[in-house]
């Protein structure tokens, strides 16, 4: 792309918009630009940009997103048949194995939900089309990262903050990249516990009729209900059943 097709307003005020998240739902401008690393004029440029289009309110201090920023969300999921295509698919997949079952995309150090079918709620988040993980320690998202060549699954966890969120997690770089050769080996990453407590995973790529990785699908089930070592055994061959059927359909 040639540097004058860049349009750099543009991009600050997308910067903005990612500033705000579950711990980040109200915003000052000083806030923002801290978060953000842009001047503050700048920020109150694009936040004021935003509210006077609707996608954000104001009150005189703090910016906080509206309803109507989900229109941005909606775009995606409304033009990529990909989510429509494998909801039945996933419908099905949770109701025989009588658990959550759910899709998702990598999207730089992060999982983006895209579809998802529930059972019970298993976490203490609620998880729905357009929520976000961080790769690494979720079971879709090591699926997806052991998909990548091997110096940009490594990039892409130079770039990730790595937190133990449980005193399962692992958080080593070299620990991770071993565990991503397992999963590109097997086909399959199992969680223990690793993103929440209490909270088992396993999860298989999506590949299209190429053999491309598009997507992951996954089962989530409480670990008190199954231990993480009788995953495989339990869900794997209904995972491999629509991942089979999922690539007949996917071009």
């Known amino acids: 792309m040639r540097e004058s097709d860049f349009v750099s307003g543009f991009a600050k005020g997308l910067k903005t918009i990612e500033a ?4 980040h739902q109200k915003l000052s401008i000083a806030e923002a630009s801290k978060l953000t690393g842009l001047d503050r004029a700048t920020v109150r440029r694009s936040l004021l940009t935003l509210a006077e289009l609707g996608y954000a309110d104001y009150d005189g201090k703090f910016f906080t997103l509206t309803p109507k920023i989900l229109r941005l969300g909606h775009a995606y999921l409304s033009a990529t048949p990909l989510p429509t295509i494998i909801q039945p698919y996933l419908d099905q997949l949770s109701e025989r194995a009588g658990h959550n079952a759910s899709a998702s995309v990598l999207d730089g150090t992060e999982i983006v939900y895209i579809a998802r079918a529930s059972q019970r709620r298993v976490m203490s988040i609620n998880l729905t089309p357009g929520s976000r993980l961080p790769a690494y320690c979720a079971s879709m998202g ?19 903050e790595l937190k133990a969120n449980t005193p399962n997690t692992k958080t080593d770089p070299e620990e991770l990249m071993a565990e991503f050769r397992r999963v590109r080996a097997q086909g399959y990453a199992v969680i223990d516990q690793e993103l929440e407590i209490g909270l088992c995973s396993i999860a298989v790529p999506v590949a299209n009729d190429r053999g491309q990785t598009v997507a992951a699908i996954n089962i989530g089930a409480p670990a008190a209900y199954v231990v993480a070592a009788d995953m495989a055994e339990r869900y794997l061959p209904l995972l491999r059943e629509t991942q089979a059927m999922l690539r007949l359909v996917l071009r």
């Open 20 to 23: 705000f998240g579950e711990t």
């Open 142 to 160: 090591r699926v997806l990262l052991s998909a990548l060549p091997e110096s940009e699954a490594r990039a892409v966890l130079a770039r990730t």
